[in-house]
């Protein structure tokens, strides 16, 4: 069962395998700032992560640089979670 690190709230998350990210930090009762719903346009939901996770597509490329994301930022609506990863974000 892959873990989800979250140093700034001092937690830990087990999900299961395959798990959206975005969806495991709402049910946890974090915020994950949204205005499209997890459909992968506003990029208001990027954070860093740290380990491995799937590759962008390119749509969520496109939808990264049309927002002038940062370099390494991910959209969390938009990763599956397959193995232990660490999750940063600004607003927390
Ligand atoms: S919630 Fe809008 S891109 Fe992820």
């Known amino acids: 069962m892959p873990k989800v690190i979250i140093p700034q709230k ?16 709402l049910q946890a009762g974090l915020p994950v700032a949204s205005s499209c719903d997890g459909d992968g346009i506003c990029s208001m939901c990027r954070m860093k992560i740290s380990g491995d996770v799937n590759p962008p597509e390119l749509y969520e490329m496109d939808s990264l640089k049309r927002n002038k994301c940062e370099e390494g930022d991910r959209l969390s609506c938009q990763i599956s979670i397959t193995q232990d990863i660490t999750v940063h974000t600004k607003y927390w």
């Open 10 to 25: 001092n937690m830990t998350l087990d999900v299961e395998v395959g798990s959206n990210l975005m969806q495991v930090l």
